[in-house]
């Protein structure tokens, strides 16, 4: 298992891909055909859940098919993971969000998250977005750890686990492409003048990131490389002497 880095949350939230019961849940899911058969069948699109979690008020069972649309909540110790079409969900507990509908009812134009944390991955498209209270991410096709730290006010934080995202955070704006986790802390308050500032790689494991895009018959990018980089945040798959994040050359 890759190293990871922990900040307010639990090893037991990062690795869930290693109980015998998902890994039984992501097997069946696959034989079934995915995402694709779960739509043309009208079954569930749910891969696991545990605990407590409601879907537009209604309390959530394994049977239930979360459409674009819906707003999703998760309460303590909770575990949610679900697909819609080409892209791959995996809730975090006590975490409030909205899947909003794009050009159809299997394609989620909008990730609108307002607590909590979501690992997600992304097939690719046009028009997709994540936002948080500080941060507006446009999605290209990639993987993603999105939370919010209600501790600090809702300042937000987002890796671009691999791939391109358009990134906002007030006035400031990047575009990230990383091979290997490129990650960005959105301020609530101007930090040195900035409100989109560099970030470690936290809360998150690169497991995570590979079964997510294995539901969706994706690979990561260090999958497709067959290797992988410095986990510092920067996003690189070569650590090079001079290599700046992407934050830090904000209105150079």
Known sequence: MTQHYLAGRSD??????????????????????????????????????????????????????????????????????????????????NSMLSVERGASLVAVSVLRMLTGAVVSVWGKGNRRMITTPTITAGIRGTGVYTEIFANQDGRSYLCNCYGEV???????????RADYHQAFWGE?????????????????????????????GQQTAWQIAGRKGVKDGKGYMEDQQGQMHPAEMIGK
């Open 166 to 176: 358009a990134i906002q955070a007030g006035t400031d704006q990047v575009l990230s």
């Open 12 to 93: 037991s939230e990062l690795l869930w891909y290693q109980r015998r019961d998902f890994l039984k849940a992501a097997a069946t899911w696959t034989a079934l055909g995915g995402a694709v058969a779960a739509h043309a069948q009208s079954r569930s699109n749910i891969v696991e859940l545990r605990g407590d979690a409601t879907v537009n008020g209604e309390r959530l069972t394994p049977e239930h098919s979360i459409q674009t649309g819906d707003s999703l909540v998760t309460g303590p110790n909770s575990t949610l993971i679900f697909v819609i079409g080409s892209s791959a969900f995996h809730v975090r507990q």
């Open 188 to 216: 609530v308050v101007a930090k040195g003048g900035r409100m989109l500032t560099p970030a470690k790689a936290i809360n998150h494991t690169d497991e995570e990131l590979e079964y997510l895009a294995r539901l969706t």
